[in-house]
């Protein structure tokens, strides 16, 4: 429900309960004050309404024993008047239909009213005039001459208007109390549904735009609130990872610079060497010229080779290059990996040789072309360092219940314990007298982001003198071969 048609019904739900629980007050007000004061009130009033009715029918009757001569005679009328005054009542005088005396000025219709009334209703002793209920007496007379004669007597009933006073007194202020209540509930719950979680998103706005990303927002409030909550909140994620992609981009941006500039700096420098002493004639025949251009084209070949590594590298850094993973059969694929390899490391007098410990066939989700290069950097960082008089590299596999275990080990002169947790960092070289050896330095870096990219582990055992051992783990996806 939207929050105006809320807002809306909440307060005609508030007046209307207002009404109902002083409708309810009423009546229970109206029942204490009868129990408690309304029955001596009640009796006192019977009392004087008695007294009244009792008063004037006396004079009713005293009056039809005289005359019509009798009653309009002064000195009577200064009695009556007199008379009707301790009752609170009033007297009239009429001949036909015209007022002869009176103690009280009444107007022309009520005078014809209460007439009409009385010789209508003979036993009729209420009427209402002018909003007022009077007792009434009437006394006729005929004369002589054949005109009506009447004496009326009139007495105001007297209400407890001071009970009225108090219940509406009562009734008006129980309203206004209820509906004031029931409005700061409202209010109450508008503030802790509405206005406290617009404040909050209001604050959480300022943050936003100091830059201040590192908070979250509740989803709290009623609906239209809970959802902005929510559409804040995604907001704010998308921000944050938007910046840190931006930061994490400079970041590899001015290290790439860095990196480039300084890595680079040695195979340019011989490249411009031998093309310079080609150039300068060093290089006086044909052969030497040969062996200068090889060496440059080797060179650009390495400096071409550290760019793309260092593209991939960044691209894997910042989460840019996609995965396309399919099942694939374990052996068969590291098989056909260490085929692919074996030739070249016999050319370079290296032994590879492919291991298999698995007790059944084993299947994992890969990126075929992305593993392929984890596997590349690995073997080509073993055949730097292996033992030259007997180059030997293994690529065993074996498992757990649950994972994969890809293993490459070398004969090399195994790596300082010291040196073994950054072997995996960008630009790291174990060996100090290797910093201008071929390589960028990312091929171990680029291949825990590639193995971390397809959920798994990798990591190196190795001491001085035993080789080296790096391990994959990668979580099985399932046993037998693939279709």
């Known amino acids: 429900m939207q929050l105006t048609k809320r807002f809306f019904l909440m307060n005609t739900l508030a007046v209307l309960l207002s009404i109902a629980l002083t409708a309810l007050a009423a009546v229970i007000f109206v029942a204490v004050y009868t129990e408690l004061f309304g029955r001596e009130a009640q009796i006192r009033q019977w009392e004087r309404a008695f007294e009244v009715r009792t008063g004037l029918s006396e004079i009713q009757r005293e009056a039809m024993t005289r005359d019509f001569g009798g009653v309009a005679d002064p000195s009577y009328q200064q009695e009556l008047s007199q008379r009707v005054k301790a009752l609170g009542a009033h007297a009239i005088l009429l001949k036909n239909r015209e007022v002869l005396f009176a103690t009280r ?17 003979p036993h ?18 005929e004369l002589p001459s054949g005109e009506d004669g009447v004496l009326l007597l009139l007495a105001p009933l007297k209400l407890n208007t001071s009970f009225y006073l108090l219940l509406g007194s009562f009734v008006v202020g129980f309203f206004v109390l209820t ?11 508008f503030s802790r549904g509405i206005i406290l979680p617009v404040t909050r998103l209001r604050n959480a706005a300022v943050h936003i735009s100091r830059g201040d990303l590192d908070f979250g927002i509740a989803e709290e409030g009623d609906d239209e609130v809970r959802e902005l909550c929510r559409t804040l909140e995604l907001m704010r994620i998308k921000l944050k990872e938007s910046v840190y992609l931006q930061q994490k981009y400079d970041e590899n941006r001015n290290f790439l610079v860095s990196s480039i500039s300084h890595d680079l700096k040695t195979p340019v420098t011989s490249i411009k060497g031998y093309i310079e002493g080609i150039i300068d004639g060093v290089a006086r025949t044909p052969e030497k010229r040969a062996e200068y251009l090889e060496t440059a084209r080797s060179k650009a070949v390495l400096v071409n080779t550290m760019i793309d590594d260092l593209l991939l590298y960044s691209k894997l850094d910042l989460q840019q290059l996609p995965y396309h993973f399919e099942r694939a059969d374990l052996y068969r694929y590291f098989e056909d990996c260490a085929a692919e390899y074996r030739h070249e490391f016999e050319l370079a007098g290296i032994t590879l040789e492919f291991v298999s410990e698995l007790s059944a066939p084993a299947a994992v989700y890969i990126d075929r072309e992305r593993l392929k290069r984890v596997i590349q950097n690995i073997l080509d960082n073993a055949a730097k360092y292996v033992n030259q008089a007997d180059g030997r590299v293994e690529l065993r596999l074996r498992e757990t219940r649950t994972s994969a275990i890809i293993e490459i080990r070398d004969n090399g002169p195994g790596i300082l314990e010291g040196d073994l947790p950054h072997i995996f960092d960008r630009f790291y070289r174990v060996d100090a007298s290797r910093k201008n050896a071929d390589g960028s330095g990312l091929g171990l870096a680029i291949a825990k982001q590639i193995v971390e990219g397809h959920g798994g582990t990798i990591w190196a055992r190795s001491a001085p003198g035993e080789g080296t051992r790096i391990m994959i783990s990668l979580k099985k996806s399932g046993m037998g071969e693939t279709t």
């Open 124 to 141: 009729e002793d209420t009427v209402e005039l002018d909003g007022t209920t009077y007792l009434v007496a009437r006394a006729s007379y």
């Open 105 to 121: 000025t009444f107007s022309r219709p009520d005078v014809e009213k209460s007439l009409l009334l009385t010789a209508v209703s």
């Open 179 to 189: 509906f004031l209540l029931l409005n700061a509930w409202v209010s109450y719950r």
